[in-house]
């Protein structure tokens, strides 16, 4: 008996402290996840229902004032969450200008290389242009990820729905289960309704932050069903069928197209190519050229219609799906 007081002693101590730190535990992890779904939720709603959720006593940065003015606020924010990057509007558009003015600073340093003042305007407007076109180029990335792994996330939800689980549970354990970034917008659409947002609501925001033709016929087939009833399993099934047959015309179009691409990436690089290659090894060769009136307009001539060319064939080689 006094060999088995403290050991029941001891274990019971044990038992009470598991307990006290276990329940502390859960706290802070509901607390961790409720902060995740209110910044989720935050990040995604509409301008006009964020204004409930953040802080309205603080003074929005001076260029979001300007951009809103501008009617460039809306549109600079849908473009940097599409990408899926952590920016503000402002920091955008001063990384842009920091960029024209470092080309601005080298025209200043290297007046050889930037002798022609179009030169200074060119490198100006291509340093500040390329935040915004990683920018498009992240986007453009993740939506083809999203478009990729979409399939599987509606098989996904239809052996849920079949296994007897509600669509909202179904969409929780597919933002549990599948990666970023179909994970993080699953997620970001169960946070919503879940704090109170009506589904159809937060499916329409959905769609509105993946402007993809596969989430909208997404969105409309569960609006549709919730109102006229169905199998919603059976349509989100087939629905991911004609998506994976899009994907394999998608596929086979690429593959007959790839000659044209091939050809119009030569076409693009073979004459400034050439030119490099002729200043490297006979700069005099192109000097009388570049100090001419004529030959700058026929230099500046032959650049755009090198870009203007580049489009057309872009154009007549891209065939939507």
């Known amino acids: 008996m006094r060999v088995s007081l ?17 329940l502390k535990f859960y706290e802070w992890w509901r607390k961790r996840e409720m ?12 301008p006009e229902d964020s204004r409930l959720l953040r802080n309205t006593a603080a003074k929005p940065p001076q260029v979001d004032v300007w ?52 030169t200074s305007a060119a490198a100006a407007v291509f340093l500040a242009a390329l935040p915004y076109f990683y920018l498009r180029r992240k986007r453009t990335r993740r939506l083809a990820a999203f478009e990729e792994q979409f399939p599987e996330a509606l098989d996904f939800l239809a052996r849920s729905m079949r296994a007897g689980h509600a669509f909202t549970i179904s969409l929780r354990m597919a933002s549990e289960d ?8 699953f997620r970001a659409l169960f946070n919503e ?12 925001n959905l ?13 409309s087939a569960v609006i549709l069903q919730k109102q006229t009833g169905g199998n919603l399993g059976e349509i989100l099934t087939r629905l991911g069928q004609i998506i994976r047959g899009r994907f394999q ?32 090894a006979a700069p005099t060769y192109l000097e009388s050229m570049l100090k001419d009136p004529d030959g700058k307009k026929l230099i500046a001539g032959s650049i755009v219609g090198q870009i203007v060319g ?10 939507r799906v």
């Open 310 to 319: 580049q489009l057309v064939i872009r154009k007549i080689i891209k065939i």
């Open 178 to 185: 599948m990666p970023d970034p179909l994970g993080l917008e």
């Open 249 to 280: 015309l998608k596929g086979q179009v690429k593959a007959a197209s790839a000659h044209a691409r091939v050809t119009a990436l030569v076409l693009t690089i073979l004459p400034a190519a050439t030119a490099v290659l002729m200043m490297l």
């Open 67 to 118: 951009l809103e003015r501008l009617a460039l606020l809306e549109k600079t924010k849908k473009l940097i969450q599409q990408a899926g990057v952590n920016w503000t509007p402002g920091g955008l558009i001063l990384t842009m200008a920091g960029g024209a003015l470092g080309a601005l600073a080298l025209s200043r340093l290297l007046p050889g290389v930037f002798g022609w003042p179009g």
């Open 207 to 219: 769609a509105n932050r993946v402007p993809l033709l596969d989430v909208r016929f997404f969105v």
């Open 6 to 22: 403290p050991l029941f002693l001891l274990v019971f101590t044990f038992v009470l402290l598991s307990i006290a730190f276990g």
């Open 193 to 204: 309704q879940n704090l109170g947002a009506p589904l159809d609501t937060a499916l329409y």
């Open 35 to 46: 902060s995740a779904m209110l910044r989720t939720a935050t990040e995604d709603a509409a």
